[in-house]
């Protein structure tokens, strides 16, 4: 985005005309090679979660890092990807067992990973499975969504014992998604919850090793894959967020400016100037609802980037932000010499609060070149 002063109007090069989820592929690659040397360096394979971008295009960038193996979220975005030769999948997500029809036809011709975390799925692919899949029992580290809690050893018993004796179940490991690292809001915050997460799931790997020697402990979030450098005795890592990153990263100290590959291009369609406002076309279906609270203590549903500077630098406005957002309205707030410049017909660039969510709502992206990107229809 770019300020003329002379017209006093906000433009972009590209000639974008709705609501576009805006990529700049140089940045996501330099993400993706930060992340895949980090792993490198810890002797982790780097398993990353393609549920943010869902895209075939966008998965061709990760080979260049030397990717071979990958996290999706769903049967059918597995099915997916294999569709576009990537054969190491793990679906990180509780096995659905209504499709396991589909996860027959994969585990028969991909290296499937499945995850359980009680003993009736378990129980139920014990007796499905017509082709051999790896199986990762996940654990709760704290995010309390789903998982077993990592102390409750007596329960992951109940599961092993399903693994004796089974060839078509083949023990993978422990897997956790450290989610409560992404409400973080310093790197400290984030340190101190991934640090208690890796403690609980190098526990569990010591003790059952001498059992299952060659189990291994999968972790996967973006804040603490971004920050930390503390990975001892973790085999791989599943972050997806960090090809993107967002609002809610940079606010919690994740990535800084320049690690943001991802906007969405709204046009402006409306000026009220008695109320400091104006009405962009972009909604919650291109953004989502998801919120922050921001430094003037109001919500803010994406941050606006500013015009770029004289060393074409981008910022984000420290005084203006996504105020409110109905389906297709947003109304974006700030102070009045802002608001009196922009008029209808101008093109704000707005930093998603979470990228997965609001990429997930595109049905495309777009290019910083101008290169349309497909993505996974559903």
Known sequence: MTYTSKKERFQHPLNITKPTFLVDKQICLNNIEKMARKAEAHQMRFRPHFKTHQSADVGEWFRGAGVTAITVSSVSMAS?????????????????????????????????????????????????????????????????????????????DLLLKRFRGNKMLRFKGFLS????????????????????????????????????????????????????????????????????????????GSCSMEDIAATVVCPVVSKFIGRNEVAIYGGAVHLSKEFLIGQNGKKSYGAVISPVTEKGEKVISSTLWVAGLSQEHGIIRGEFEEIRRMQPGDLLEIVPVHSCLAADLAGYFLTTTGETIHKIVK
Not at 186 to 206: C, N, P, W, Y
């Open 80 to 156: 997916y990807f294999a569709g576009h030769g990537w054969d190491d999948i793990t679906i990180a997500f509780p096995v659905n067992l209504l499709e396991m029809e589909g996860i027959n036809r994969l585990a028969a011709s991909i290296q499937l990973n499945l995850l359980v975390e009680n003993e009736f799925s378990l129980d139920f692919l014990c007796e499905k499975l017509t082709s051999p899949a790896g199986i990762f029992i996940e654990i709760d580290t704290g995010y309390h969504r789903t998982g077993i809690d990592a102390i409750k050893t007596a329960r992951i």
């Open 177 to 252: 998604h450290t989610g409560q690292t992404y409400s973080a809001v310093s790197r400290e915050m984030i340190v101190s919850r991934h640090t208690d997460a890796l403690m609980k799931m190098r526990s569990l790997k010591e003790y059952y090793r001498p059992l299952w020697p060659e189990l291994e402990i999968s972790l996967g979030d973006t804040p603490a894959c971004s920050v930390c450098d503390n990975w001892t005795d973790a085999d791989e890592i599943r972050p997806g967020n960090f090809i993107f990153y967002d609002l809610m990263q940079w606010q919690s």
